[in-house]
């Protein structure tokens, strides 16, 4: 009987060390390994991006003061340039392909009619102080996510927006697929009132980045978690069609899936920039 209730006793206390060992190594992989959060970039951004306070300032008559944020589009959008077509073509064509006459195709041009008025050929809307801005997904290879669709039991956010549940009704899972949703706002009383109309482009697809594109944690090998993207994720440009001019505007955008819970001090598929157009 001693010796039953020693092994019992030697058992509890290996299992209990094991525990606080355990708990240890997480603590410290949590402190040492670099957090990764699903994260939704703005584009274009400054040298000097800062999440907190990202400034897009704008005059619309001034060349000068948006041809930065052209050039850097042009920059960004190049590496999504192909002679490949794609439905819907994934971004628009830049500057570059659209200078080069043996570069052009008519791949780049129907994706520059669908992103219309967000392309290179219409200074994505800087030079008539509507601009455009363009949203990407990363930090996505560990994240498996959970949609929103009609088709789901479980009941959809009272606070969802109304162009999402549209989309959702027109455009059922079933036979489109699942998309990760994108809203964008104001982010405070006073910025919803100036922020004016907002329009998601494409225009004539869903406002979300599908599913069937996104390179997450169940659509790519383990492998290849750790690893970059061999092609770049999805786009989605957010057309700013007369915002207030002469004030800052906070905005806010975010993504929808069941599975993030939205906090308005998290970085977690949340995204924030200011907007002046002078």
Known sequence: MGLEKRTIKIILIVAAVVLVIGAIIG???????????VELEVWPRSEEYNWEQPLIQVRGNDPGSWHIWYRRLNDFLRVYETSIPEDPPRAPCSVHNRRDQHLRSDACDMAMRLWHPCTADDFYGYAMGKP???LRLSHIHYWVPEPYNMTMPMSIPPDMPQHIREAMRHRPANQYGDFVWVSCGGEFSADKENIGPIQYIPAEYPPGF????????????YSARNMPDQVPGPLIAVHFENPRRGVVINVECRIWTRDILYDPKSRYGRARFELFVE
């Open 27 to 37: 603590l410290l992989l949590g402190l040492l390994l670099p957090q990764r959060y």
């Open 132 to 134: 455009c801005i363009f």
């Open 210 to 221: 599908p599913l069937s594109r996104l390179h997450t944690a169940d659509r790519i090998p």
